[in-house]
């Protein structure tokens, strides 16, 4: 998506702003050349964390790196847990069984393991 469909989808945000965001390098869009001239083109996840940046500056006055950095590590943490997935105890315990690659239990012990150690980081932060 072009500049002006962000800024349609961010209320207040100004193009001048989304230049700064891009020329400073907290969002890197991809260049599509048209002709003799280059445009940015803006990635749903390029939206979402302009979204998340400009609520936090807008509603919270927060500064622009700070707010870049804060946004950056709640993504991170939703696509940690999104890569986590169903562990596979939660599977055991509501079926029954484990899927055929999951039967050895060293296996099972190092998933229960490293979800504990990602739970107790997330929480004592």
């Known amino acids: 998506m072009y500049a002006g ?3 349609k989808r961010v209320n207040g945000l100004t193009y001048d702003k ?3 965001f891009v020329r400073a390098g907290y969002v890197k869009p991809k260049k599509i ?3 003799s ?3 940015n083109d803006y990635s749903q996840e390029d939206l979402e964390l302009i979204k998340r940046v400009w609520e936090l500056i ?4 927060i500064k622009t790196k700070t707010a870049f950095k804060s946004a950056g590590e709640e993504v991170e943490d939703l696509q940690l ?3 986590l997935g169903t562990p596979y105890f ?3 315990y ?5 899927p055929d690659h999951v039967q050895d239990s060293n296996y099972l012990k190092n998933i229960i393991n490293l979800s504990l150690i990602i739970f107790n980081i997330i929480i004592w932060q």
């Not at 807008?58 to 006055?61: A, C, I, M, N």
């Not at 509501?94 to 484990?98: D, I, P, Y």
């Open 5 to 7: 469909g962000v800024l």
């Open 18 to 20: 989304l230049t700064y």
């Open 33 to 35: 050349k048209k002709k």
């Open 37 to 39: 001239l280059l445009y």
């Open 58 to 61: 807008s509603k919270h006055d």
């Open 81 to 83: 847990t999104l890569n």
């Open 90 to 92: 939660l599977c055991y």
């Open 94 to 98: 509501s079926t029954g069984c484990f």
